[in-house]
């Protein structure tokens, strides 16, 4: 038996992350279903950033004859809190509409406020902001898959939730 919230299969040990793992974690390759601006709580709070996607716990090599990696996959929610400044680029001419991740990076902010930059670099997308910091919830036990994306079924369709699987 494994303690809640981990998947020893996967080498998963935790099922919420937050910005003081980002050393830990990486979205390269990282599908993005869906985003969500949710109002702040209050009157004079900034708003939330929810993204919808399919977290990548663990690349699997593959054993010969298989060329191909496999991948450990967890329908993820991944919120940054107090958002603002956000900006960003979209370029899908000719290209199919797929919102996948290739770097998300973080910097100190050049006006030395004390929120950082965040920027997600996608590979027809770019959006930068500044964000106190996030909370990933991976809402789904890890599934080994073939593929980098899991089909909206094998998902529970689109998400918002924050909640993580026990």
Not at 25 to 31: A, Q
Not at 72 to 87: K, N, Y
Request: charge should be negative.
């Amino acid at each position: 038996m494994h303690e809640l919230g981990t998947h020893p299969e996967s080498g998963l040990t935790k099922n919420t992350w937050t910005d003081a793992d980002f050393d830990e974690m990486g979205w390269h390759e990282v599908t993005i279903h869906g985003m969500c601006v949710q109002p702040g709580a209050g009157d004079d709070s900034l708003p939330r950033l929810l993204l919808d996607i399919d977290y990548i716990v663990r690349w699997v090599h593959p054993v010969p004859p298989k060329k191909h990696f496999s991948l450990w996959i967890a329908p993820s929610t991944l919120v940054f809190e107090d958002v603002r400044d956000v900006e960003g680029d979209l370029d899908f001419k000719g290209m199919a509409l797929s919102l996948d991740i290739d770097h998300l990076r973080r910097s100190t902010a050049e006006d030395k406020r004390d929120e950082p930059q965040w920027h997600i670099e996608g590979h027809y997308f770019d959006l930068k902001f500044r964000a106190t910091g996030y909370r990933q919830y991976l809402r789904q036990a890890p599934r080994l898959s073939p593929r980098l994306v899991l089909s909206l079924g094998d998902r529970g369709g689109l998400s918002f939730a924050e909640t993580a699987f026990e």
